[in-house]
């Protein structure tokens, strides 16, 4: 029996090892007012804060996400909107000692020719390289999760005859971390990338008070995506309420939708 619980504990613990270390250091998004034909410069910095040697590969590939919880990473050149072709990386390998950081460098070559206005955008992944050692005779599973990190590359063109058109896909509340959450998921069908927030009013039903006003966290949105914004409501009892979500961005520019909401007694 003792035996049994023995391999038991080495199997799970193969199993849940974790690749851990890296980390990059100045943002997960990057974001340029751009010109036809001008080159931007921008860096990426990485730090090994692990204990061993580690390689690190960069790469680009094109991105996007919905309110379903789909990313979608692709090949570069397959949005019509990427700017993946304009990117040039100063290397796509690096390799950091125990604790040591370093800066990948990359410039953006804006064409002479960009007509339409609007974001144009692609991720620069940053990815551990799993070290195989084929000398390497362990018997059991040994699995190794690796975390990888996409930065956003965003550039507005002629942004000023660009807008976003943000748009209510949902709403539902759930439990979340013993919090109850109203999540709104919001699309943005324009051209400009934006970050809004999203703030429901709540009135008494049966009264028009109003009781109160919550806010989400402000969060990115590229044009021809959605996602889930989360807003804290666990102030409000159990009832149905008349509600006003207004989802509003940078410029002040405020998209609103009634509705009614039903907090239920979990």
Same mark, same amino acid.
């Given at each position: 029996?003792?035996?049994?619980?023995?391999?038991?504990?080495?199997?799970?613990?193969?199993?849940?090892?974790? *690749?851990?270390?890296?980390?990059?250091?100045?943002?997960?998004?990057?974001?340029?007012?751009?010109?036809?034909?001008?080159?931007? *410069?921008?860096?990426?910095?990485?730090?090994?804060?692990?204990?061993?040697?580690?390689?690190?590969?960069?790469?680009?590939?094109?991105?996007?996400?919905?309110?379903?919880? @789909?990313?979608?990473?692709?090949?570069?050149?397959?949005?019509?909107?990427? /700017?993946?072709?304009?990117?040039?990386?100063?290397?796509?390998?690096?390799?950091?000692?125990? +604790?040591?950081? @370093?800066?990948?460098?990359?410039? %953006?070559?804006?064409?002479?020719?960009?007509?339409?206005?609007?974001?144009?955008?692609?991720?620069?992944?940053?990815?551990?390289?799993?070290?195989? /050692?084929?000398?390497?005779?362990?018997?059991?599973?040994?699995? @190794?999760?690796?975390?990888?990190?996409?930065?956003?590359?965003? @550039?507005?063109?002629?942004?000023?005859?660009?807008?976003?058109?943000? &748009?209510?896909?949902?709403?539902? %509340?759930? &439990?979340?971390?013993?919090?109850?959450?109203?999540?709104?998921?919001?699309?943005? &069908?324009?051209?400009?990338?934006? *970050?809004?927030?999203?703030?429901?009013?709540?009135?008494?039903?049966?009264?028009?008070?109003?009781?109160?006003?919550?806010?989400?966290?402000?969060?990115?949105?590229?044009?021809?995506?959605?996602?889930?914004?989360?807003?804290?409501?666990? +102030?409000?009892?159990?009832?149905?309420?008349?509600?006003?979500?207004?989802?509003?961005?940078?410029?002040?520019?405020?998209?609103?939708?009634?509705?009614?909401?039903?907090? +239920?007694?979990?």
């Amino acid at each position: 029996m003792i035996k049994s619980i023995l391999v038991l504990l080495i199997f799970f613990l193969q199993f849940c090892f974790l *690749k851990a270390g890296i980390v990059v250091i100045n943002g997960l998004s990057h974001s340029y007012n751009i010109e036809n034909g001008k080159v931007y *410069k921008g860096k990426i910095e990485i730090e090994n804060t692990g204990n061993q040697i580690q390689s690190v590969k960069l790469f680009l590939q094109d991105y996007s996400y919905k309110s379903n919880g @789909t990313i979608y990473y692709s090949a570069p050149q397959t949005n019509s909107k990427t /700017n993946s072709g304009w990117i040039k990386m100063n290397t796509n390998l690096v390799t950091l000692k125990a +604790k040591q950081k @370093t800066e990948v460098y990359y410039e %953006i070559n804006v064409p002479n020719n960009i007509s339409e206005p609007g974001t144009y955008w692609s991720v620069i992944m940053v990815e551990p390289v799993e070290e195989i /050692n084929p000398n390497n005779n362990k018997q059991g599973v040994n699995i @190794t999760s690796i975390i990888r990190y996409a930065i956003q590359v965003i @550039t507005d063109f002629d942004s000023e005859k660009a807008k976003p058109d943000l &748009k209510f896909e949902g709403i539902k %509340i759930e &439990k979340q971390e013993g919090k109850q959450m109203l999540k709104v998921a919001i699309a943005n &069908k324009g051209n400009l990338y934006c *970050k809004p927030t999203v703030t429901v009013e709540i009135y008494n039903k049966k009264t028009g008070e109003k009781l109160g006003n919550f806010s989400s966290m402000a969060s990115g949105l590229l044009p021809q995506t959605s996602k889930y914004y989360h807003i804290d409501i666990s +102030k409000i009892s159990p009832d149905k309420y008349n509600a006003v979500l207004i989802a509003t961005d940078e410029e002040e520019n405020a998209f609103a939708l009634n509705v009614e909401l039903e907090v +239920k007694n979990d």
